[in-house]
């Protein structure tokens, strides 16, 4: 069976002391939940403090990027040996955000999943198709095209450090959301497509979250469905009133 696991992306959003303050509170109400693997990924400059703050906790801390290689002369880039120094278990990877707005490829995305696992993190690898690609029809070959680039040279014992988030990126940060059966097939391709590239107990215990506008109110049905093991939450994961909620859809679908 596999855990679900909810995962707030705070981007670049919350100033320190909101950041400490955050973690403070789902420390308190969320703090010691066991049956859904738990991650918050502030910006670089608060994992540390949020690291801390969240020592102990059932909580962990993940990065919104890393560079791929371990140290050296890369102006503005942070390493994985250092993430890990802060207290970090997790890196998204490849996020919409990083794709089309800071131009990163597959490739690169690639160079980044496989130096994570070689570090000791685990990556978040991002993928999901723009709404142009959507209405031409173009989804499966998008999405399995990116699977397959990100996950060039990764083992089959590797994999199970890895978590796959599908975000539509007609669905990032826009409200709108896609309906739990668009979710699924898209779920179910990438799975299969796993199953293709490695085997299918690989595929069989591959976390695959969902991310795209996901909110107290649409998380239940998103969450039940059969594929879906868990979200990348962004703007509802920036207050615990609304990622809180989020986490207790988890918990209730029974699926741990
Ligand atoms: C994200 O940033 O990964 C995301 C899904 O954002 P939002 O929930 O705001 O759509």
Same mark, same amino acid.
């Given at each position: 069976m596999r855990k679900q696991f909810v995962a707030g992306?705070?981007?670049?959003?919350?100033d320190q002391e909101r950041s400490l303050a955050l973690a403070a509170e789902l420390r308190k109400q969320v703090?010691? =939940?066991?049956d859904v693997t738990l991650a918050v990924c502030p910006p670089f400059v608060y994992l540390k403090g949020v690291a801390e703050a969240l020592a102990g906790s059932s909580i962990v801390v993940g990065a919104q990027n890393m560079y791929g #290689?371990?140290?050296?002369?890369?102006?503005g880039e942070v390493s994985g040996p250092m993430l890990l120094d802060v207290g970090c278990r997790y890196v998204i990877l490849g996020h919409s955000e990083r794709r089309h707005v800071l131009g990163e490829g597959d490739r690169l995305i690639n160079t980044k999943v496989l130096a994570a696992l070689e570090f000791g993190l685990k990556p978040i690898v991002c993928v999901g198709e723009k709404l142009e690609q959507r209405d031409a029809g173009r989804t499966e070959q998008v999405v399995c095209g990116q699977v397959e680039s990100v996950l060039h040279g990764v083992g089959r014992r590797q994999m199970a450090s890895v978590t796959l988030a599908y975000e539509p990126v007609w669905a990032i940060g826009t409200g709108r959301t896609a309906t739990p059966e668009q979710a699924e097939e898209v779920h179910v391709l990438i799975r299969c497509l796993v199953a293709d590239l490695f085997d299918a107990d690989v595929a069989e215990d591959l976390i695959i979250q969902y991310g795209g506008s996901v909110k107290p109110e649409n998380a239940g049905e998103l969450l039940a469905?059969?594929? =879906? #093991?868990g979200a990348l939450v962004?703007?509802?994961?920036?207050a615990a009133q609304t990622f809180v909620p989020i986490v207790e859809a988890a918990r209730s679908t029974g699926k741990d």
């Amino acid at each position: 069976m596999r855990k679900q696991f909810v995962a707030g992306n705070w981007k670049m959003n919350l100033d320190q002391e909101r950041s400490l303050a955050l973690a403070a509170e789902l420390r308190k109400q969320v703090g010691s =939940v066991e049956d859904v693997t738990l991650a918050v990924c502030p910006p670089f400059v608060y994992l540390k403090g949020v690291a801390e703050a969240l020592a102990g906790s059932s909580i962990v801390v993940g990065a919104q990027n890393m560079y791929g #290689d371990p140290g050296g002369a890369f102006t503005g880039e942070v390493s994985g040996p250092m993430l890990l120094d802060v207290g970090c278990r997790y890196v998204i990877l490849g996020h919409s955000e990083r794709r089309h707005v800071l131009g990163e490829g597959d490739r690169l995305i690639n160079t980044k999943v496989l130096a994570a696992l070689e570090f000791g993190l685990k990556p978040i690898v991002c993928v999901g198709e723009k709404l142009e690609q959507r209405d031409a029809g173009r989804t499966e070959q998008v999405v399995c095209g990116q699977v397959e680039s990100v996950l060039h040279g990764v083992g089959r014992r590797q994999m199970a450090s890895v978590t796959l988030a599908y975000e539509p990126v007609w669905a990032i940060g826009t409200g709108r959301t896609a309906t739990p059966e668009q979710a699924e097939e898209v779920h179910v391709l990438i799975r299969c497509l796993v199953a293709d590239l490695f085997d299918a107990d690989v595929a069989e215990d591959l976390i695959i979250q969902y991310g795209g506008s996901v909110k107290p109110e649409n998380a239940g049905e998103l969450l039940a469905r059969e594929n =879906v #093991d868990g979200a990348l939450v962004g703007g509802a994961s920036l207050a615990a009133q609304t990622f809180v909620p989020i986490v207790e859809a988890a918990r209730s679908t029974g699926k741990d």
